[in-house]
């Protein structure tokens, strides 16, 4: 535990700098190199490619985590406004990650805290689906049911629920492409049912998208909602962008661990992925605290869970976690870090928090 008062001195301070696992509040980690890399109004891009030759429309994966079935309408739209009428196949190129990742941590669970990344992606690699007289229907009025979503009618048996799309990478693939497909044809387009994997063509860009929500406005439901899918999409992004190699998850702990250390001359930490799966991720309430010094910037990204308290939890087995700012009567920002080796609830980690500043 370690909390600093309004004029930067420790006011409280046990174990502080004891490793401990630190569950989601890896996700601070993430949010911080990726602010510091790419800035708050930062908006990732993806292009699009028409091989005329074989009328295939070709998509290059920039691992964008942020394209939910509104901003795949726009994408159909625009590309039908740029003169896409009739194609054959869609085509993707998912070479900017390694295929079938696996995240450190990561479970087999169909629950979409286990979806797993990929280059390409639709609605965080996730279906809101629900089962009505034997029929599989769409859970969001904004999100069509493809072919793959009905292949999964047997492996649900609940009336609304929200899935990953497997551990298949090729599977959430597809997903993307059949919703593309769906609203193209909205749109006016002609589409055939095939869709292929190959590396896009190396001609002239057709149509680049880039995606209407800033990083900041990804960032802040990631920490409010602790996805870990936004979280190891973005370390797999910086560290591909880092090394110009396939994203993988060796890359990501160099990438990660070499930012830091190079930041703040740490030891005795480890990170494994991005959004602290990983029960080998090692962190110290003192480093948890270091960072929130330099994350001030970016404070207003962070949920507020009580009056005055702006934090990101952590919780795994036997392990809970707080980490953030507690903000005075003069609007001082103090940041704090609460690491335990046992279950303690959410509300019970407010209240402790909320003592450290009384």
Known sequence: MLFIDAQGKTAISRQAKTAFIPAS???????????????????????????????????????????VSE?????????????????????LDVSLFETN?????????????DAIPTAIAANFN???????????????????????????????????????????????????????????????????ERIVWGNAPRQKVFYAHVNSKSLGNIIQPMLKYSTNFIANQLVLMLSAQNYQRP???SDVQLYMEKSLGKQFNWDNFV??????????????????????????????????????????????????????????????WQPFALMMNQSVTHRRRYFMAGELGN
């Open 71 to 91: 901003e795949i309408a726009k994408i159909a739209a625009n590309l039908v406004r740029s003169g896409l009428q009739d194609i054959d196949a869609i085509g």
């Open 247 to 249: 994203a993988n998850y």
């Open 25 to 67: 509040t890896t996700k601070l980690i993430t949010a911080w190199l990726a602010l510091n890399h790419w800035g708050e109004a930062h908006h990732f891009s993806t292009n699009f490619y028409l091989d005329s030759t074989t009328k295939t429309l070709w998509i290059k994966g920039s691992g964008d985590p942020f394209l």
């Open 101 to 113: 990742l696996v995240v450190p941590g990561s479970g087999l669970s169909n629950n979409p805290y």
């Open 126 to 192: 996730t279906l809101a689906i629900r089962k009505l007289a034997g029929k599989i229907l769409s859970s969001e009025s904004q999100t069509p049911v493809t072919a793959f979503a009905q292949s999964l009618k047997e492996q649900i048996s609940a009336r609304t629920t929200r899935i990953n799309t497997g551990r298949s990478s090729h599977d959430a693939e597809r997903y993307f492409a059949e919703l593309l497909a769906i609203f193209l044809s909205r749109n006016g387009a002609t589409v055939g």
């Open 271 to 332: 990170m494994k992925d991005g959004a602290g799966l990983s029960r080998e991720n090692r962190l110290s309430p003192e480093q948890l605290v270091q960072l929130l010094n330099i994350f001030k910037p970016w404070k207003h990204l962070l949920p507020e869970v009580r009056a005055g308290l702006y934090a990101k939890s952590g919780t795994l087995r036997q392990v809970s976690t707080l980490a953030g700012y507690i903000v005075d009567s003069r609007q001082q």
